[in-house]
């Protein structure tokens, strides 16, 4: 796998080659989410894009600087909104504890909600509007705490933590599809709050240049010692040129190229990091007493029940532990993007493709799980070169101007579903444990 | 005579819509829902197969209106559909044979089975857009309305015109149609009996000689049929994008089990309960108090419950609310 990306950096540049390279990395920690509830215990999960996307409002709400403006004019109205939904949930719990099932206590809870929603809308109606009024073509929100945005990586594992908690709680007793179908809905429904609330993260405004945790090209670019790296990695290169004028063009070239590549490097570094955490901790966790247990509420829930275990706050946990590594994806994308945009969150790309990443990999193996997101990402860039290869060596006969020619070259960028339909299919019949199966040591 | 005003209001801004959009995500869940309830996945391909049965029908009318054929005041996709359902009805059996009968075959698990109908979903939908492209096509011809909302206000001397489209009264009725015939042949005909039966206990139907391949086969004819009609019939009201109709798999499951998945007639009905609360919760109110209430007590803002944004929200919240109280669906799911 590492050689086709060195081979794509020899070929096509190294720049296109890290920035797969990046999104590969990220594409493996989503994966390794799925994989530990897909694969240590059997959940399946349709809403990685939801708490993918939280963990993108994570960086937002973590790294921007805070809209003074905005607080003032309608922080307060927001803030007394969210102490109202406090309120409302701590009086629902106790009516949930201390009064007994009936009909009447159903129907006041439905009355506490549907007045709780039409007190918030009345108080934060104005609040609202008085904030997206501050300067909408540029903030017209909250905006956030200021922070590092590395942080939001740790905190975008609590939101989406957070979330998993709530959806766990309401869905997890479904069958297995209908829990598929639910965690789909519930995350479009997640979605369509972060597009549609433009208070808190200017919506489909998108938000756009994040602070970065790695240095900015520009500023690498006048570096002193920068240059002087790059004048060492070239020397021989450089030396070759006689001319003064032409030495300081190709080297200023050569400056422009490495200062990307560098920054590119740099979030490398950082994803391998989180990666490796990762990837440590959860092979711990597989072989440790927890996964045993894990693997047998997965095989025989009726089984590890009856043996004591109890499945329900099993489920429900790692339900929030996968979760909260999606989260932690979402965060790292939105970070190496240094963009928020809301309306780019699809179920294709977000969810399906993360699952094709796990049947292809192979469920229940970390490694496997790296190595789906690995080969599919790098499948879902390259598809279309290889296509357009493809279309050109089978349409050779035909003249350039030729319409089914032109037709096929026009929609090159669907060839990259297909291929990964086809790769499904045929890795789920001919390999129904993906590429590498897991692997079980009885000791 | 403000209350009339007010009715038709409704009428024209609610009623007849969310009637429309009703039949529509009717169709595609009782598609969802007879596949459950005979083969026992979740079809995740739903969406694409009702777009690809959309450009088969809209290449055959293409064709249809280059040699020169066309219905007159009807469109000519009508003409189309039949030639397009034999076409998807092929589709459909050469997908099961490459594709779903192995898994069937060999008795996986649902999970599996939703799993490799998401690898058709990447296929079918590769193809459709391969073949027609991504963007927005109308086939729509023939006469646009039936009633327009300047000829009905001179009719009737009303403020509020009701503009009533050939295509949404198409809609409505073919949907009928087919909905009465499908319910006749499954509880009327004997195969549709058998169907039934092997819906309900695979194994008892077994020993009692039903053919499990004709079951199957039958099912996935009627899935054709279905996803042809459900999808040319969206697609001749609003218009064809594969990516609204991908989108529309959302509505259509939340439908298929709001109804009770499993059961047609609960999907049936499924359609209409997402349609209307869909469109009822995020209609603005305003011009409708103002017509029924006196004018001192008139409203100052919408009066809108929830924003046109979160249309696709409500009605997953629904779903969500029915998961939690009644998982089976309003009506008891798992008979076909």
Known sequence: MMGLIILVGIFQSWNVALSIFNMCLISAVMTMGANVQWGYAGLINFGLMGYAALGGLAAVLISVDPVEEAWRAGGFDILMCLWLIIAMIFIIRFILKHFEKTKIRTYGIAGIIIAGIVIIRITSESGIEAIEAVNPATTGFLGGLGLPIVFSWIVGAFFAAGLAFVVGKVALGLRADYLAIATLLISEIVIAIIKHEDWLARGVKNVIGLDRPVPYEVNLQEAEWFINLVTKFNSGKLELISNIADKQAALNQLVIEGSSVFVKLCYSGLFLIVVIALLIVTQKALYSPWGRMMRAIRDNEEAANAMGKNVVKQHLLIFILGSAIVGIAGAMLVTQDGLFTPGSYRPMRYTFLIWVMVIVGGSGNNFGAILGGFAVWFLWIEAAPISLFLINLSTVGLPETHELKVHLTESVPYFRYLMMGIGLLLIMRYRPKGILPEKIEIK | ?336
């Not at chain 2, 959309?54 to 290449?59: E, G």
């Not at chain 2, 869909?278 to 409708?288: G, L, R, S, V």
Request: net charge positive; charged share 15%; hydrophobic share 55%.
């Open chain 2, 1 to 336: 005579m403000d209350f009339l005003n007010a009715i038709i209001l409704l009428l024209n801004y609610i009623f007849v819509p969310a009637l429309t959009y009703g039949s529509q995500l009717a169709l595609g869940a009782i598609f969802v829902t007879i596949i459950y309830g005979i083969l026992r996945f979740a079809n995740f391909a739903t969406g694409d197969m009702m777009a690809f049965g959309t450009m088969v029908t809209i290449l055959i009318t293409w064709y249809f209106q280059s040699i020169g054929i066309s219905l007159g005041v009807l469109p000519t996709a009508l003409l189309a559909i039949p030639f397009a359902i034999f076409f998807m009805i092929g589709y459909m059996l050469f997908v099961d044979k490459f594709v779903f009968r192995y898994y069937r075959v060999n008795k996986s698990p649902p999970v599996q089975l939703a799993m490799v109908s998401i690898g058709v979903m990447f296929v079918t939908q590769a193809v459709v857009r391969i073949i027609i492209g991504p963007s927005d096509r109308r086939f729509f011809d023939g006469e646009k309305f039936i009633i327009k909302a300047g000829e009905f206000k001179e009719m009737t001397g009303l403020n509020e015109g009701l503009a009533i489209k050939s295509s949404q009264v198409l809609t409505i009725f073919i949907t009928l149609i087919l909905v009465s015939i499908l319910f006749w042949f499954l509880n009327k005909t004997k195969t549709g009996k058998s169907m039934r039966a092997y819906s309900d206990n695979e194994d008892l139907a077994l020993l009692s000689g039903i053919d499990p391949k004709r079951v199957v086969m039958i099912t996935w004819i009627i899935a054709g049929i279905l996803a042809t009609i459900g999808g040319a019939l969206y697609g001749l009201d609003k218009s064809f994008k594969p990516f609204t109709y991908f989108n529309n798999m959302l509505p259509i499951f939340a439908a298929a089990i709001v109804g009770g998945i499993g059961n047609p007639f609960g999907a049936f009905l499924g359609g209409y309960v997402i349609a209307f609360s869909e469109i009822f919760i995020t209609y603005a109110y305003k011009k409708f108090f103002m017509y029924i209430l006196p004018e001192s007590m008139e409203p100052e803002t919408l009066v809108q419950l929830l924003s046109t944004d979160y249309k696709f929200a409500v009605s997953f919240s629904i779903l969500v609310i029915v998961l939690l109280y009644r998982p089976n669906g309003i009506f008891k799911g798992k008979v076909l």
